[in-house]
Every structure is written in C-alpha cells, then in structure tokens.
Nanobody, 122 residues
C-alpha cells in the first residue's frame, strides 16, 4: 500500500513537497514514479526514480522545476515542486514497480497510491 501526501493549495510561483511512503515496507528495490491527472485530462507522467536513486527522469513540462529523490533508508520518495504554475493543478499519484528502473509509462507500475490534490492558483 502506497500513501501519497503533501498536496494542498499554493499560489503560482510557490512550492510544495509531496511524499510517497510504502506502509509496512521499504522501497528498497522498487522504481518509483509520480503521475498526475488534471480534470478532464488523461493521466500523465511527471517524474521517476530508479531503485538506487541514481537515475531520474522528468517530463519536459516539469524539468528544471521539479525534483524527485528518495531518503537514504529508501522508505520515502519525495517530489519537490518549485515554481509551480496553474497548469500543474492535478491529482498527483505515486506508483512503484518491482523492476527498479525509472520508467515513464504508467502501465509498467504495479502499485499505486490514492493520490493527493495539488491546486495552484494564479
């Protein structure tokens, strides 16, 4: 079970940090990704990190503004979101895959969290 948290309401240009934790286990060997879904739109890839943390991938729309990283104990994966824009408004989901690569396709992830809402006001 994955738990995503940290969403909220923020003004454009502000920052938020999302967290993704696996209840009862570590993320040790899992690749983890963040995806988002805005109202009326399809779910899209945001960022992903490999099991080691050594490889990260980002959607072009967030590159340079968002950072994905994991703690040393590999129990939590974070998504630091800076310079937020109204178009970043969406429900953000974290997902994990047992093959620990950083992949951008949602169908490659087996485990999903419940989502956390991020709203960016203009």
């Amino acid at each position: 079970q994955l738990q995503a948290s940290g969403g909220g309401l923020v003004q454009a240009g502000g920052s938020l940090r999302l967290s993704c934790a696996a209840s009862g286990r570590s993320f040790g060997n899992y690749g983890v990704g963040w995806f988002r879904q805005a109202p009326g739109k399809e779910r899209e890839f945001v960022a992903a990190i490999s099991w080691s943390g050594g490889i990260t991938r980002y959607a072009d729309s967030v590159k340079g503004r968002f950072t994905i990283f994991r703690n040393n104990a590999k129990t939590t994966v974070y998504l630091q979101m800076d310079s937020l824009k109204p178009e970043d408004t969406a429900v953000y989901y974290c997902a994990a895959r047992t093959l620990g690569l950083a992949r951008p396709q949602d169908y490659e992830y087996e485990y999903w969290g419940q989502g956390t809402l991020v709203t960016v006001s203009s």
